[in-house]
C-alpha cells in the first residue's frame, strides 16, 4: 500500500512493527543413433509441431509467468487468501482475469485508464533490483520488502562501527536507519533499521 498523508492523530506503532519484523524472517534421445536417418527427421518436424499444442494444453510457458508473478511481483502485497484463491484457478484466462482485478481492487480511480498503484509499485521492484540486490535479487531482501511495502523512507541515516574478532582483526559493520514521519497503517515516526553484520553487504532486519 502506498504511504499516505499524515495523519492528524498518529497512535504507536512499535507493536506493529515489531509483528512485522517477525514476519520478515522429455525422455533423452540420442543424436547419434538416428544420425543422417529419415526417422530423426521425421521425429524433429513431430516436435516442432507439437511444441504449441502442448504448451497449449498443458499451460507450462505461461504457468511460468504466472509463477513469476506470484512469487517476484507481488509476493510482499498479496493477502494470503488471495494467494490461495489464484491457485484454485485452472486455466489462464482466469489467471488472467484475476491479474486485472487483483490491480483494479487497489487502484485509488477505479476504472481509469492509469493505475497509479500499479505504476508505482513496478517502479518499487525495477528500483530495489538495482538497488538492493546482494547474493539474491533485491525483491528477496529485507529491505526489498520494506521498500515494496511502504516506499521509500523520509529520511536514511547510515552508520559504521568496529568490532573486535577473535582474531582481534576489527570487523567493521554498516547499518541504516529508515524514517518515516508517517505509514498508513503503522503510525508516526517509524523507524527500521537494517545491519550488515556479516560484512558481505547484505543487509539484514534487525530485530
Known amino acids: 500500500m502506498l504511504p499516505g498523508p499524515v495523519a492528524p492523530k498518529c497512535l504507536s506503532s512499535l507493536a506493529e512493527v515489531s509483528r512485522m519484523k517477525s514476519a520478515i524472517r522429455a525422455l533423452p534421445m540420442s543424436a547419434t543413433r538416428f544420425h543422417n536417418s529419415p526417422i530423426l527427421l521425421l521425429l524433429m518436424v513431430w516436435f ?23 512469487d517476484r511481483d507481488v509476493r510482499w502485497i498479496i493477502s494470503d487468501q ?5 491457485k484454485k484457478l485452472s486455466d489462464d484466462k482466469e489467471r488472467d482475469r484475476y491479474i486485472v482485478e487483483f490491480w483494479e481492487r487497489r487502484n485509488p480511480t477505479p476504472g481509469g485508464s492509469r ?9 518499487r521492484l525495477a528500483y530495489l533490483d538495482q538497488h538492493f540486490s546482494e547474493d539474491v535479487p533485491g525483491w528477496r531482501t529485507d529491505r526489498g520488502r ?17 568490532e573486535s574478532r577473535a582474531n582481534n582483526l576489527p570487523r567493521q559493520i554498516d547499518s541504516e536507519e529508515w524514517h518515516w514521519s508517517y505509514i498508513e497503517g503503522l503510525g508516526c515516526d517509524v523507524v527500521i533499521e537494517f545491519e550488515n553484520s556479516c560484512g558481505c553487504g547484505g543487509y539484514g532486519l534487525t530485530v
Open 146 to 162: 520494506v521498500y515494496i511495502m511502504w516506499g521509500p523512507p523520509d529520511n536514511i541515516e547510515r552508520r559504521s562501527r568496529f
Open 115 to 123: 493505475n497509479i498503484v500499479k505504476d508505482e509499485h513496478y517502479r
Open 48 to 70: 516442432l509441431v507439437s511444441i504449441p499444442a502442448y504448451s497449449q494444453n498443458t499451460g507450462r510457458v505461461p504457468e511460468e509467468i504466472y509463477k513469476n508473478w506470484l
Open 82 to 86: 488471495e494467494r490461495a484463491d489464484f
